[in-house]
Antibody, heavy 121, light 110 residues
Framework: EVQLVESGGGLVHPGESLRLSCAAS????????MNWVRQAPGKGLEWVAN????????NYVDSAKGRFTISRDNAKNSLYLQMNGLRAEDTAVYYC??????????????WGQGTLVTVSS | QSALTQPASVSGSPGQSITISCTGT?????????VFWYQQHPGKAPKLMIF???NRPSGVSYRFSGSKSGNTASLTISGLQAEDEADYYC??????????FGGGTKVTVL
């Protein structure tokens, strides 16, 4: 059974940093592109970033470029999102999600339960 | 990258059929057959309902179907049931190698 478990969320002040983690199990983690998708309270889904199986290719939404870094450790079956310079508008539930197939144009099939990030003074 | 355009809400009575539209551009929905649909119940993670425009994952009811014409994709729910009441999101691959979601549609079963 595919399982994705996010952690690392919490309350931070504007300008601070936070590192989210996602522990994957039930599939060959190193064979799939992985994503971070967020959802602000009461709002819709927003794709944030994705990373290739071997970490050699990464893509970001414009609002994350230069502030967020996606990375992975295939030996630990883990995905990460380093978030710097956090803003109030980054407040959201952050989901880890696996692409359906190991292809560069796929979209997610399995999702974790999410971790809440709150940015407030 | 602008969000794909979905109606904010759609409603129907039990047993009826409803259709949710998802309009993008030739750089996303119109340019690729990588349009996915997700269902999300309150407080829950999204669930994949349709992949690659019109394909259902194993375990998803046949009552859910997808299609695309030009820059607009559609999700149809036939034989509407109370359990179908949820938010629905479309998503697409884009020419910038990013992904984009629609704003979401709240489906209400009357």
């Amino acid at each position: 059974e595919v399982q994705l478990v996010e952690s690392g969320g919490g309350l931070v002040h504007p300008g601070e940093s936070l590192r989210l983690s996602c522990a994957a199990s039930g599939f060959t983690f190193s064979s799939y592109w992985m994503n971070w998708v967020r959802q602000a309270p009461g709002k819709g889904l927003e794709w944030v970033a994705n990373i290739k199986e071997d970490g050699s290719d990464k893509n970001y939404v414009d609002s994350a470029k230069g502030r967020f870094t996606i990375s992975r450790d295939n030996a630990k079956n883990s995905l990460y999102l380093q978030m710097n310079g956090l803003r109030a508008e980054d407040t959201a539930v952050y989901y880890c999600a696996r692409d359906r197939n190991p292809l560069p144009w796929e979209l997610p099939d399995y999702w974790g339960q999410g971790t809440l990030v709150t940015v407030s003074s | 990258q602008s969000a794909l355009t979905q109606p904010a809400s759609v409603s129907g009575s039990p047993g009826q059929s409803i259709t949710i539209s998802c309009t993008g551009t030739s750089s996303d929905v119109g340019g690729y057959n990588y349009v996915f649909w997700y269902q999300q119940h309150p407080g829950k993670a999204p669930k994949l309902m349709i992949f690659e425009v019109s394909n259902r994952p194993s375990g998803v009811s046949y009552r859910f179907s997808g299609s695309k014409s030009g820059n607009t994709a559609s999700l149809t729910i036939s034989g509407l049931q109370a359990e179908d009441e949820a938010d629905y999101y479309c998503a697409s691959y884009t020419s910038s190698a990013t992904r984009v979601f629609g704003g979401g549609t709240k489906v209400t079963v009357l």
